[in-house]
């Protein structure tokens, strides 16, 4: 079974900073996704980047990049420059392709992060 | 695009009570919507995947029929919480795929209090 791990229950970094939050997953697959999610106070699951297994190279969204080391199978999310509006709960998650449309998401257990003004 | 509006967005009741929550894709055909639920603090596990015109698979330990699903249209994928107890209270999030290899996007959920 897929496994998504998330070892820091909670972030804080000051505003206009960088942070990176951790992600490592286990997997037999070759071919799979992955995902980071944020969900603020509202509790609206936002998707923040999504990463192709086989795209070498590391997607980025603005302020928001990722490192993706498939033989170690990590996937870190790094914050740039850090904003307020950045405070929320980010997961992690991993999806194989099953069949046609029926792709599960596996979350991670989330990591809390805290924007210090 | 790709709105996913889910109603309602809280919801108190007796316990007893059966309560019908309903994931709508507002812009675009779901053949596949899935349904969450979240607890305080926790991660979000997955229940069921909903299956236009046929019926849904469930996860290991949720009970098909205390958690009903239907999805009679391609926009629009129900749970019905039946014979609802105080351990049922929880936030239910339901999402959909645009499509094969697409992100899903997700609604934005419902709290679930029961008394």
């Known amino acids: 079974a897929q496994t998504v791990t998330q070892s820091q229950p909670e972030m804080s970094v000051q505003e206009a900073e960088t942070v990176t939050l951790s992600c490592t997953y286990d997997?037999?697959?070759?071919?799979?996704?992955l995902f980071w999610y944020k969900q603020p106070p509202s509790r609206q699951m936002i998707l923040v980047i999504r990463?192709?297994?086989?795209?070498?190279q590391n997607a980025t969204e603005n302020r928001f990049s990722v490192n993706f080391q498939k033989a170690a199978k990590s996937f870190s999310l790094k914050i740039s420059d850090s904003q307020l509006g950045d405070a929320a709960m980010y997961f992690c998650?991993?999806?194989?392709?099953?069949?046609?449309?029926?792709?599960?998401?596996?979350f991670g257990t989330g990591t809390r992060l805290t924007i210090i003004p | 695009g790709a709105v996913v509006s889910q109603h309602p967005s809280r919801v108190i009741c007796k316990s007893g009570t059966s309560v019908k929550i309903e994931c709508r894709s507002l812009d675009f055909q779901a053949t596949t919507m899935f349904w969450y639920r979240q607890f305080p603090k926790q991660s979000l596990m997955l229940m069921a995947t909903s299956n236009e015109g046929s019926k849904a698979t469930y996860e290991q330990g949720v009970e098909k029929d205390k958690f009903l699903i239907n999805h009679a249209s391609l926009t629009l994928s129900t749970l019905t919480v039946t014979s609802a107890h105080p351990e049922d209270s929880s936030f239910y999030i339901c999402s959909a795929s645009l499509g094969f290899g697409q992100p899903q996007h997700f609604g934005d959920g419902t709290r679930l209090s029961i008394l």
């Open positions: 990463q192709e297994a086989y795209k070498q």
């Open positions: 997997t037999s697959e070759s071919d799979y996704y």
């Open positions: 998650a991993y999806r194989v392709p099953t069949n046609f449309g029926n792709e599960k998401l596996t």
